[in-house]
């Protein structure tokens, strides 16, 4: 046990060591906001001493108190301290006010920085690792778990270091000014700590529950909010909305579990606090002549007891702070450590690309073993036209996501002009296939910007030359404010045919060599249809095309045809081949797929 929690110890520090480092673009503002809380707790101690001064000096009847003056210097002392204590107060006001918004800006610039990095990293990772975690827990972790690491810096590691040092100063000063008073002021402290490392350990495992819930409940309703067209179509309103009570009640209790631990640590404090007060008191009315304990003395320690037992307090919740920090550093480092990452080591450019496709003995499989394509192998031509059919779950939206490198494949070679695609520049070779996809997805803006995705270098001429020839300007021009029309998220506001026609622009706008289009045309209308089909052709034009075919029609256009069955070519050629050889099986197909 004492291994395990030695071996979670070490992995903490190393994990705010790394947090840590991260402040190193930003090292004069670090050192700076150190630097005034450190100063701000040699000056905490200025006041009380001054204040047991005045006291001292203004108790002080005879000229046998060292502390004794006439009068009018009496008055004239009291007028200096208290300009002087004026003086420490704005000066430990401005500097809070400063190492605020230092410590908050230097929070905010590192939340910045990691999740700039975090972003960047989720942009590069493998499909498989979106198809395996919650869309609502990676947003969790790229804002709510990164949000809560500025907390580090603006109420963890600096003002812990700041809170130590003070507590030392504190306690030197009150054994300087009276050892015997100190140790009766402090009598309590055990105690203390004792109630502090329970709230510690108790909070913290309740700020875990918290963040375990908040990622739940995040994932849940990003889930369901996406999908809340098939949950009222299939009237599971009521279903979902238990499902989410109870995710919310989980929520609820973890929050409550911490509050409770709040409402218990802060009296105990403060009945501690009263009880070391209480102490001081007595003990100054018993031994006052014993120890020469005089007002300004008694003022000083229940003033020190108060700032004593204050940052000790603080202290829990500062470290339960840090520690929460750690643990989604942990959970934020998991997803930047994650190694699901396509290898972009290629070298070669597809400038001239001329298109030939070549599947040479290619096995798959999404998880482990299980293989979606079993020994596939074809070659396209440059500038011919190829459609794949099959059943759901013959492996042909498979071969589209290969072709793109969004997976790697098991065992075989795909070649491209006969070289590896894995030779090629990754983000040339996506930019040099075009693809269309069945679920098209468009983004909360204008037409426009879904068709060029802010890309600079294309202009809103090329943008309506491109509609033209795929024959959708007409389309665009219908709708509101035309290509400045807003589509809602995920296209929303347009039919599923719309879509795709966006889609198609997109495609061609980039001009690629290969095209590739998983054709959905069951659930759209006779004319949308048809501009489908005159969009295929003229992308499909001076260009190797792959279409996954749903209907004859757009099958009769290509050069040949790849009929798939449980991730196997079974049957391969052109129209009229398997036309007179097999045509039951092809139409079998085509009604299951």
């Known amino acids: 046990m004492t291994t395990n929690n030695t071996k979670t110890k070490k992995i903490n520090i190393g994990l705010l060591k790394r947090l840590l480092a991260y402040s190193k673009p930003y090292k004069k503002t670090f050192i700076g906001a150190l630097a005034i809380t450190i100063t701000l707790s040699f000056l905490s101690i200025v006041r009380p001493i001054l204040i047991n001064k005045m006291l001292n000096v203004v108790g002080a009847q005879n000229a046998s108190d060292t502390n004794y003056l006439p009068e009018i210097e009496k008055l004239s002392f009291i007028n200096q301290m208290g300009l002087i204590l004026l003086g420490v107060l704005i000066i430990e006001a401005v500097l809070q006010f400063i190492n605020i918004n230092i410590t908050n800006l230097l929070g905010q610039n590192i939340v910045k920085d990691l999740r700039k990095e975090v972003f960047n990293h989720i942009l590069k990772l493998k499909n498989t690792y979106f198809d395996n975690t919650p869309v609502g827990t990676l947003v969790t972790r790229a804002v709510s778990d990164i949000e809560s690491l500025s907390d580090v810096f603006t109420q963890g590691f600096i003002v812990i270091c700041g809170d130590f040092l003070m507590l030392v100063i504190f306690i030197c000063a009150m054994f300087y000014n009276n050892w015997a008073i100190a140790l009766v002021s402090l009598s309590t402290i055990p105690l203390l700590f004792i109630a502090t490392n329970l709230f510690k350990n108790g909070i913290k495992k309740s700020f875990t529950e918290v963040r375990n819930a908040v990622a739940s409940l995040n994932a849940f309703t990003n889930e369901h909010i996406t999908g809340m067209r098939i949950i009222q179509l299939f009237n599971r309103e009521n279903i979902e909305f238990e499902k989410f009570k109870d995710i919310n009640e989980k929520h609820k209790k973890a929050n409550i579990k911490s509050i409770w631990y709040y409402s218990v640590f802060f009296p105990v404090v403060e009945i501690l606090s009263a009880i070391s007060i209480a102490l001081l008191i007595w003990f100054a009315g018993v031994k006052s002549n014993a120890y020469n304990i005089k007002l300004g003395d008694i003022t000083f320690f229940i003033m020190m007891i108060n700032m004593v037992f204050r940052p000790i307090r603080l202290l829990a919740d500062r470290l339960n702070t840090l520690q929460m920090g750690v643990v989604a550093a942990d959970r934020v480092f998991k997803i930047i450590d994650t190694n699901e990452i396509i290898e972009d080591k290629g070298t070669e450019h ?3 690309l001329k298109g030939e496709i070549e599947f040479k003995n290619v096995w798959f499989a999404y998880t482990g073993e299980d293989y979606v394509l079993k020994n596939v192998s074809f070659k396209i031509e440059s500038g011919k036209t190829i459609a794949i059919i099959g059943a759901t779950g013959a492996g042909k939206s498979s071969i589209i996501n290969l072709i793109s490198r969004f997976y790697e494949i098991n065992k075989g070679n795909i070649l491209i002009d006969n070289i590896d695609i894995k030779n090629y520049k990754l983000d040339e070779l996506r930019t040099s296939v075009g693809v269309v996809l069945q679920d098209v997805f468009l983004f909360n803006d204008t037409i426009l910007n879904n068709i060029t995705l802010h890309n600079q270098t294309i202009s809103k001429n090329q943008v309506i030359e491109a509609a033209k020839k795929i024959g959708i ?7 509101p404010n035309n290509y400045d029309y807003q589509v809602n998220e995920r296209g929303a506001s347009l039919s599923a045919g719309q879509r795709q ?13 290969i095209f590739v289009l998983d054709e959905a045309t069951s659930s759209i209308d006779i004319e949308t249809e048809k501009l489908i089909q005159k969009a295929s052709i003229e992308l499909a034009k001076n260009r190797t095309s792959i279409i996954i075919a749903h209907r004859l029609s757009t099958i009769q256009h290509a050069d040949s045809i790849i009929i798939m069955k449980k991730g196997e070519i079974i049957e391969q050629g052109d129209m009229h081949q398997l036309k007179s050889n097999t045509e039951s099986i ?8």
Do not use: S
């Open 501 to 513: 026609l966006v889609a198609f622009v997109r495609a061609y706008i980039y001009n690629p060599p």
């Open 586 to 593: 092809l139409n079998e197909l085509l009604l299951q797929a």
């Open 350 to 352: 597809t400038k001239n």
């Open 473 to 479: 300007h007409e389309f665009i021009m219908d709708l």
